[in-house]
């Protein structure tokens, strides 16, 4: 009896490689925090406000931790089709998911639409939970909240893992 060889290659990136290399997370969390910070206050000096430091003090924490919330509802979902067991149709969908999506067009697809969800979840959660409390005029949180869907979504999960 021959037994197929499986390997678990990288899922997600950074998500596993953070896991793997911890040390990676003293970067990234400042990196993150500060294209956030740099979207934000670009975004405000486009639109003409006032007090742009202050708003950005007032909002840049939890625009951080949305942005991470974010990236994980997209990471979950981009491991949602590894779940089923051995499908013949789905295996080198499988495989294009986890080692690099511009070998099969359906993994592609979905990655783009994880991205997609997770710029969505910026989006919705920018608005509500956030830019609301800053006072801001209804069409500059609509046009920072969508400024922040766009330039912060997760596009590191295009990055094929075996470039890693």
């Known amino acids: ?32 925090l500060l294209i956030d910070a740099l979207v934000i ?21 939890r625009v951080w931790l949305i942005g991470f919330v974010a990236d994980l509802i997209g990471a979950v979902l981009i491991f949602l089709p590894l779940l089923p067991a051995q499908v013949a149709w789905l295996h080198d969908i499988q495989s294009a998911l986890t080692r690099n999506p511009f070998t099969h067009p359906l993994a592609l697809a979905w990655i783009l639409a ?20 800053a ?11 969508l400024s922040l869907a766009v330039f912060t979504a997760p596009y590191t999960f295009l990055i094929p893992a075996v470039w890693v």
């Open 41 to 61: 206050v670009l975004t405000l000096k486009f639109l003409h406000c006032k007090d742009i430091l202050a708003t950005l003090g007032f909002v840049i924490w």
């Open 1 to 32: 009896m021959h037994r197929k060889r499986t390997t678990l290659y990288n899922v997600i990136f950074p998500i596993w490689f953070l896991w793997i290399l911890p040390m990676c997370w003293v970067f990234i969390l400042p990196a993150n």
């Open 114 to 133: 994880c991205i997609a969800v997770s710029g969505t979840a910026i989006y919705c959660a920018a608005r509500k939970f956030t830019l609301r409390r």
């Open 135 to 145: 006072q801001l005029p209804a069409d500059i949180c609509r046009s920072l909240a």
